[in-house]
């Protein structure tokens, strides 16, 4: 009986590996999957962080991080100096990372680097799964490889630009729009949004140019139905609309007196900021909202005064 009840006992050893022993390939793809992934992702990172420790200082955004660094309310507010007296003439979400990681190991050029570095090695990993999930993995191995040796990104993940975090931001929400598409669920239609939303705090309008593909690529390829199609868009609109205006909406709810001057607009307005100076008035098509590139003469000074 003894060795009956022996045989009828699982096998342990033939149990999957853990969840820590992330270079294993998981279960249904070729067994030279995940370690070759885990080699472009390598080479991707050491080839975004080679000139890690020279990267040049982005004068008026270093500042602003050291600011956001050094006080928790310029981080929310992304304001230029630590006193909190004017925003940047954009929305400061692409410095929040820069923020942290500066917090954290101290204001240098390497510590405001490292966040693009990390954000090109997860767009690296996203677009694989993306690729592998369409076309298997030997095309979701190569598109890495394709973007990790793409000399442009090498230049745009290695420096401090705002750019890394708004490709960043776009490519998970590809990656999120394009499993919505295959299942035709909601969830992964909502994080997408999310994701939108996410780069509009980096890049404002631009983050938007990806919507129209995303939804009309959603509408035509998900298996769900017609009604359940446009109403798993609407719900993602209204998600993707929540997300994006949270900073605008969090700028106009605080009383003036209680938050920074919104630079870039003649009204203390953050809309005019994000939608008249970083927007249409940038495309120079008559659209008249009120915003400037100056900032009242008691908060340009303040600048002057925290630069000089």
């Known amino acids: 009986m003894s060795a009956t009840t022996f045989v009828d006992?699982?096998?342990l050893a033939e149990r999957p590996h853990?969840?820590?022993?992330?270079?294993h390939t998981p279960a249904g793809r070729p067994r030279w999957d995940r370690p070759a992934l885990l080699g472009i992702a390598a080479l991707a990172a050491v080839l975004y962080a080679w000139n890690i420790t020279s990267s040049d200082y982005a004068g008026y955004y270093a500042a602003a991080v050291r600011s956001m660094s050094e006080s928790w309310?310029?981080?929310?507010?992304?304001?230029f100096d630590p006193a909190s007296t004017v925003t940047l003439d954009k929305i400061?979400?692409?410095?929040?990372?820069?923020a942290l990681s500066a917090r954290i190991f101290g204001f240098s050029n390497w510590a405001?680097?490292?966040p693009q570095c990390v954000e090109g090695v997860v767009c690296v990993l996203v677009i694989h799964r993306t690729v592998r999930r369409w076309r298997g993995p030997a095309a979701g191995l190569l598109a890495?490889?394709?973007?990790?040796l793409t000399p442009v990104a090498a230049s745009m993940f290695g420096h401090a630009l705002l750019e890394a975090p708004l490709?960043?931001?776009l490519v998970l929400a590809a990656d999120q729009c394009a499993k919505a598409m295959t299942e035709g669920r909601l969830r992964p239609l909502l994080l997408a949004a999310v994701w939108v939303g996410v780069a509009f705090q980096a890049a404002m309008m631009q983050a938007w140019i990806i919507v129209p593909a995303l939804a009309v690529a959603y509408f035509v390829v998900s298996p769900a139905a017609l009604r359940k199609r446009l109403g798993h868009l609407l719900t993602a609109g209204a998600v993707?609309?929540?997300?994006?205006?949270?900073?605008?909406?969090?700028?106009?709810?605080?009383?003036?007196d209680a938050r920074p001057y919104v630079d870039g607009s003649r009204d203390n307005s953050a809309l005019s900021m994000v939608f008249g100076y970083n927007g249409f008035d940038r495309l120079k098509s008559g659209w008249d909202i009120d915003a400037a590139n100056s900032t009242p003469p008691g908060a340009a000074k303040g600048c002057l005064l925290y630069t000089s």
């Not at 853990?18 to 270079?23: A, E, I, L, V």
């Not at 993707?240 to 003036?256: D, E, G, I, Q």
């Open 144 to 148: 890495a490889g394709a973007l990790t």
């Open 167 to 169: 490709t960043m931001c």
């Open 73 to 79: 309310k310029a981080f929310l507010f992304t304001a």
């Open 240 to 256: 993707l609309l929540a997300v994006s205006f949270s900073w605008v909406l969090l700028m106009t709810v605080v009383p003036k």
């Open 18 to 23: 853990g969840r820590w022993q992330f270079w």
């Open 9 to 11: 006992r699982p096998v």
């Open 92 to 98: 400061g979400g692409f410095l929040w990372p820069q």
């Open 112 to 114: 405001l680097t490292l």
